[in-house]
């Protein structure tokens, strides 16, 4: 059992430990008959740290024994146990948040660079293969019109909808129905759309450490421990495919721009922990073969109106509650998608997911996009990891009554 | 809470009038009055002053404050003009403006019928014809409206929505029944190769109303049916002018002694006016097919499936009645252009298919042209679900995955979805 467990991370790579290098000096005689002399022959067992010892040594070497455990295990939904059976108190993160400023502080929990605009072109296709049909705007903006017409006009309720409830029972239906016809309408462009899934209000978890703090109080104090984070998050409707998007920019691009690094703990935000279970989960369980995701589309609740904002003097955060949704949602969805296909972060990702989102109060519109090049988020892996996350987004765009009956 | 009947109302009242109701709460009167405990005092008697005729008491009134000598002023009642919505009592049903005395029989979306499909064809006075008509078999047999790896993609819609949407173990049939419906809705749109784009999906806001006589009783179908599929050019009609001419000589069937209005809700308050639940001038006018789906998760709660097929029965033809009165007047008479609506009814599993034909709208005899309607009931997509594999003796003797799969029963979901686009 050892000896088998020394040569698969004999096979792994860089980043043995002593035990391993030494356990795979022992048994290399038995296989390399002719190079007995090159191969040195250790005499004695090899020296490690105890394993339960009160010591840093020993915590470390504990510490490696569990992530081995988590790259020797066979399956996705077996990693994803061992990684996330332990429970303690952790951040709830929630994406639609009334805090001030909240996009920074998610920007330095997820090591997320802010671009406004939108993620360069791609590179034009190949002139041997067939151009894509024309896009027929017309008809998507008769689409767009008919489904905001049908739930503001057209359909005839019981009683009228009180203001409050405006939101979930005329926005909502109508975001349905336009995620729907835009998809059905958009499936001869882009197979990719015609064999997507679709999904209503499905739930996306994730879970990730980021970060050290001195325990303050409690049997552990004065000891480091790792923070963590959750989002449980309930994204209006989602798009996932089969096929992953292709990146946007190469995965080790260099941004100038700067994560920002805030300098309080994160219960300033204000952020408060919990204990409860850790999922990770991107809307279906491991064994379907839509993995990967194409877009989400929020709706913003009525806390976080625009007209509420503004009478409390908040004008300047609008943007901000549209930003901290996207980069939280995107980062949760993108990093649960890695995290299904075997990517954590001891083992980071080798090829950037990309995910795009829409998010809407029911009028403005606004665009992301989000490449998630990196998962190695811990103090341990981010040690040397010039890698970044980066989110494109857009300013809100208007869907108004006057374009759609022009 | 309108349309309430008194008697429905008295049956859902508590039990016993004296001493403490059945669930130890106290009396009715004691929340009209009001608890010995929080009862307000009394005000104080007026001053013998006032029983003095023809004296004016002189009171503390315009001092605004209380004065030894002076009378206490006595003030007239105040009417505050409007009561807040708590305390607002609803009128008598008598003083209601929609209350009438002729009684109306009201089905809506939980009216279970006793005598199921016989009582639901008799009220709409129609003729059955058991299985789909061959137009919409030939649809669905038809390869060239097959999705490409059907058979797959309708597996992978049975596991996400049975096993792999929700993060349980086993999801309940609430999440997964309305989940199963949108996606293989969504799997007929997006990938039937027919390219039209004449429908629009619905969500469940619609309220649809008709009323009709059936002899010289009123029945009303109100309410909501759940998703409906509306599309831009009426269905075409499926039965000739021969097959509908020989629906005279059929005999609707009767089931004496039972009332054909049992299961319906009786009720005084009752708009007669139609409503197809949708304004003018709507780009989607033709209902084309209901989704009615039976999600409860505890099997007492949902309907039979006979119950589901009467209920199929009845709001399809109140939609197409509905269609046609707008169309065609209000006048009672049989339909040159007969108007066609489909529907589909399931609680995840199993499925019940229906087109019905309205080919009059003279209800109110038995004699005549009937209404038809063509049912395939109880068509399984899939035996059972296993969520988590049966292993006996070590042995994984049942897969994760369904067993007993169908894929006829697809086949004729997507003809119904296609039927009158192809």
Same mark, same amino acid.
């Given at each position: 059992m050892a000896a088998a467990r020394c040569w698969r991370l004999v096979l792994r790579g860089p980043g043995l430990s002593l035990h391993t290098a030494a356990g795979a000096a022992v048994t290399a005689p038995e296989v390399t008959g002719p190079d007995v002399a090159a191969a040195p022959v250790a005499r004695y067992p090899p020296l490690v740290a105890s394993l339960t010892a009160d010591s840093k040594a020993a915590r470390q070497r504990r510490v490696e024994r569990w992530q081995a455990t988590v790259h020797a295990a066979k399956s996705v939904d077996e990693k994803l146990r061992i990684l996330t059976k332990m429970q303690f108190m952790k951040y709830v993160v929630y994406?639609?948040?009334?805090?001030?400023n909240a996009d920074r502080w998610y920007q330095s929990f997820t090591k997320t660079v802010f671009l406004s605009g939108l993620p360069p072109p791609p590179p034009p296709a190949k002139p041997d293969t067939e151009p894509a049909p024309a896009l027929d705007v017309a008809a998507l903006r008769a689409a767009a019109c008919d489904c905001l017409l049908q739930e503001h006009f057209f359909l005839r309720r019981k009683k009228r909808v009180p203001l409050y409830l405006e939101r979930e029972a005329i926005a909502s239906p109508f975001l349905d129905q336009l995620v729907a016809s835009l998809t059905g309408l958009l499936s001869a462009r882009n197979p990719a759309l015609a064999a997507a899934a679709l999904d209503c209000k499905r739930p996306v978890h994730f879970y990730w450490l980021r970060g050290e703090e001195i325990i303050p109080r409690g049997h552990r104090k004065g000891r480091v421990d790792a923070l963590r984070y959750q989002i449980n998050d309930k994204p209006h409707n989602q798009i996932r495919i089969s096929k992953q998007l292709p990146e946007f920019v190469p995965l080790d691009y260099s941004v100038p721009v700067e994560v920002p690094v805030m300098n309080c703990k994160p219960d300033k935000l204000p952020l408060f922990k919990r204990q409860y279970e850790n999922t990770i989960f991107i809307g279906t369980k491991t064994a379907d073969p839509h993995c990967y995701g194409h877009t989400q589309f929020h709706l913003l609740p009525d806390k976080l109106k625009r007209e509420r904002l503004l009478k409390q003097n908040c004008a300047n955060q609008i943007e901000v509650v549209f930003r901290a949704n996207a980069i939280a949602s995107l980062f949760a969805w993108t990093g649960a998608q890695a995290m299904y296909q075997g990517f954590w972060s001891e083992a980071d990702v080798t090829r950037p997911f990309v995910s795009q989102g829409v998010i809407t109060d029911g009028k403005y519109f606004s665009f992301f996009c989000y490449q998630l090049n990196t998962l190695a988020l811990t103090a341990q892996a981010d040690q040397n990891n010039p890698r970044k996350n980066i989110c494109w987004g857009t300013q809100k765009v208007t869907v108004t009554w006057n374009r759609c009956l022009s | 809470m309108a349309l309430a009947s008194g008697s429905a109302r008295l049956a859902l009242?508590?039990?016993?009038? !004296?001493? !403490?109701g059945s669930c130890g709460a106290p009396r009715r009167g004691a929340y009209e009055w009001g608890v010995r405990s929080t009862r307000k005092p009394e005000p104080p008697p007026p001053d013998r002053v006032y029983e003095i005729p023809g004296l004016e008491p002189i009171t503390y009134a315009g001092k605004m404050h209380f004065m030894p000598g002076l009378a206490r002023p006595v003030f007239p009642p105040w009417d505050p003009g409007w009561t807040p919505p708590k305390f607002r009592r609803l009128p008598p049903l008598h003083e209601h403006p929609l209350y009438k005395d002729q009684a109306c029989y009201v089905f809506h979306q939980r009216c279970r019928l006793l005598e199921g499909v016989k009582q639901a064809l008799w009220l709409t006075k129609t003729k059955l014809i058991e299985g789909l008509p061959e137009k919409v078999l030939s649809l669905a047999d038809d390869p060239r409206n097959h999705i490409e790896n059907q058979d797959e993609c309708v597996l992978n819609v049975i596991f996400h929505a049975r096993l792999w949407h929700s993060t349980e173990d086993i999801p309940k049939r609430e999440t997964y029944c309305p989940v199963i419906v949108d996606s293989l809705i969504q799997l007929c749109k997006s990938r039937s190769q027919a390219s039209f784009s004449g429908q629009t999906d619905l969500c469940p806001n619609n309220t649809l109303s008709t009323t009709w006589n059936r002899g010289s009783t009123l029945i009303q179908v109100h309410g909501s049916s759940g998703a409906q599929l509306n599309a831009k050019d009426p269905l075409p009609p499926i039965a000739s002018r021969e097959e509908v001419e020989a629906t005279k000589n059929h005999v609707l069937e009767t089931f004496y002694p039972i009332s054909p209005t049992v299961g319906l809700q009786e009720c005084n308050v009752y708009d007669v006016n139609d409503d197809t639940g949708f304004r003018e001038g709507y780009p989607y006018p033709y209902p084309h097919t209901l989704y009615l789906l039976e999600s409860a998760n505890l099997r007492p709660h949902r309907f039979q499936p006979d119950q589901l097929r009467a209920k199929m029965i009845l709001f399809a033809f109140g939609n197409a009645l509905a269609q046609a009165r707008l169309l065609y007047g209000n006048d009672t008479k049989v339909l040159e252009q007969p108007v066609v609506v489909q529907s589909v009814g399931t609680d995840g599993r199993v499925f019940q298919f229906l087109v019905l034909q309205l080919n009059t709208t003279d209800l109110a005899s038995d004699e005549g042209v009937k209404n038809l309607v063509w049912l395939d009931s109880d068509q399984l997509l899939y035996a059972h679900f296993w969520c988590l594999p049966v292993v006996r003796r070590k042995a994984v003797v049942e897969p994760v995955g369904p067993t007993g799969f169908q894929p006829e029963t697809f086949r004729k979901f997507l003809a119904l979805y296609l039927h009158g686009a192809v």
């Open positions: 994406p639609q948040t009334f805090a001030l | 009242a508590r039990p016993g009038r !004296l001493g !403490l």
